[in-house]
């Protein structure tokens, strides 16, 4: 299986500031989803991204995030403006239609200061 | 009714040992219930998964018991190794969507 490339692998931000986080997904998959973890937590669920449109979005996930495909390949997630207990790790997972399982990125590191 | 309950918080067990990881769930639409290994630094990683109509399932030296009644399901780890020494997450799925993860497990196994 193709790996999902994530970047950058450490972000460090002051709070307020926006940050990007990048995934390459490599294939022709149609669901795309964006996860965190806080340090020594566990993974949480923040957005589903189907056919390039949100089709469901936690809790977490409020107006100061959003999530795009811009060129069809690249699939990124905008925070606005940061705050601290945005720190953790995020993950960017993809699968296909009849493919049963996840593949996770390795994940962008996330501290706010 | 969400929520994936995982237990033990951690283990420590000796190389050949059998490691057994519980996880329950309270919502019956689920579906699909995957096992993830994490390394430090790393991504979580498929590492078995199984459905509702089966009761087990075993690949390599990972086995996955489900009871349905009880909305229970567990990981078997056989001649454990060093190298499983990792965290590892239960997880449920509906339709394979988006996953619900237990609180994860931290393994460790001592030569």
């Known amino acids: 299986e193709p790996e999902v490339t994530q970047t950058p692998s450490h972000q460090v931000t002051q709070m307020g500031q926006e940050v990007i986080l990048r995934c390459v997904p490599i294939?022709?998959?149609?669901?795309f989803y964006w996860y965190r973890q806080i340090l020594g937590q566990k993974v949480e669920f923040l957005v589903s991204f189907y056919n390039n449109e949100i089709s469901e979005k936690s809790e977490i996930f409020d107006d100061q995030f959003s999530v795009e495909r811009p060129d069809g390949s690249n699939f990124t997630l905008k925070i606005r403006s940061t705050k601290l207990e945005d720190s953790a790790m995020y993950f960017c997972?993809?699968?296909?239609?009849?493919?049963?399982?996840?593949?996770f990125g390795s994940g962008t590191r996330l501290t706010v200061v | 009714q969400q929520q994936v309950k995982q237990s033990p918080q951690s283990l420590i067990v000796q190389k050949g040992g059998i490691p057994i990881i519980n996880c329950a769930y309270e919502n019956t639409a689920f579906d699909y219930f995957p096992w993830y290994q994490q390394f430090p630094g790393k991504g979580p990683a498929l590492l078995i998964a199984?459905?509702?109509?089966?009761s087990e399932k075993k690949e390599g030296r990972f086995t996955i018991s489900f009871n349905k009644s009880a909305k229970q399901f567990s990981l078997h780890i056989m001649d454990s190794q060093p190298g499983d020494s990792a965290t590892y997450f239960c997880a449920a799925s509906i339709n394979t969507d988006k996953l619900i993860f237990g609180t994860g497990t931290r393994l460790q196994v001592f030569p």
């Open positions: 199984i459905r509702p109509d089966v």
């Open positions: 294939s022709n998959h149609l669901y």
């Open positions: 997972a993809r699968r296909g239609e009849t493919n049963y399982g996840y593949t």
